[in-house]
């Protein structure tokens, strides 16, 4: 069993729709939380970055951690064409030290 | 402010060679970490560098090893490449664990 599990998608939505994704994990030690999304023939880039159980918000994007449950989720609302890309979901037991478990991504169409 | 920076971005290479991989981190991060991504395995950690110490290992063969340099700049070096080295590789920096920033990668093609 991986320890980070993501369903691989793919996820098609039309265009304005609210998009969610989800990540369980099975390693209770994990304590800080990411979103990145990748580009096809890019890096992934970070979108969201949390510690702590709850909600975060940037723009259009939510993270949502639950750590009782093991379970993390990002939220896109409105979203556009340009938010078609994969996304990963990763996390690490430590801060201090640059260690991250990723899932597998989910690939994402939005449809205009 | 430049992002991380890897070289080359794409290398073709024979089984049996091998390969070295360069990676120049975001201006004062001290954190330099290196993935491998395949479309089987997904992002899978190889190591992390930290003020020129390896900090952290995954589990990949011995032929796999890094470095990292006094200004920070990372290579990662892989002897006698097998075909299933072929991967997308990239570089992560971060200021000294954290929020990680990742490079365009280097994929690296053998045959």
């Known amino acids: ?112 | 402010k430049a992002g991380v920076t890897q070289t080359p971005r794409y290398l073709i290479k024979t089984r049996g060679q091998q390969v070295t991989l360069s990676c120049s981190p975001i201006s004062g991060h001290r954190s330099v970490s290196w993935y491998q991504q395949t479309p089987g395995q997904g992002l899978q950690f190889l190591f992390e560098y930290f003020s020129e110490t390896q900090r952290n290992k995954g589990n990949f063969p011995g032929r796999f090893s890094g470095r990292q340099f006094s200004n920070s700049r990372s290579e990662m070096n892989v002897s006698t490449l097998e075909l299933g080295d072929s991967a997308l590789y990239l570089c992560a920096s971060s200021l000294w664990g954290g929020e990680a920033f990742f490079g365009q990668g280097t994929r690296l093609t053998v045959v």
């Open chain 1, 1 to 112: 069993q991986k320890e980070v599990e993501q369903d691989p998608g793919p996820l098609s939505v039309p265009e304005g729709a609210i998009v969610s994704l989800n990540c369980t994990y099975s390693n209770s030690a994990f304590q800080y939380f990411m979103w990145y999304r990748q580009y096809s023939r890019k890096g992934p880039e970070l979108l969201m970055y949390t510690y702590s159980s709850g909600n975060k918000e940037d723009g259009r994007f939510t993270a949502q951690v639950d750590k009782s449950s093991k379970y993390i989720s990002l939220f896109i609302r409105d979203s556009q064409p340009s938010d078609s890309a994969t996304y990963l979901c990763a996390m690490s037991v430590s801060e201090g030290a640059q260690k991250l478990v990723f899932g597998q991504g989910t690939r994402l169409t939005i449809n205009p």
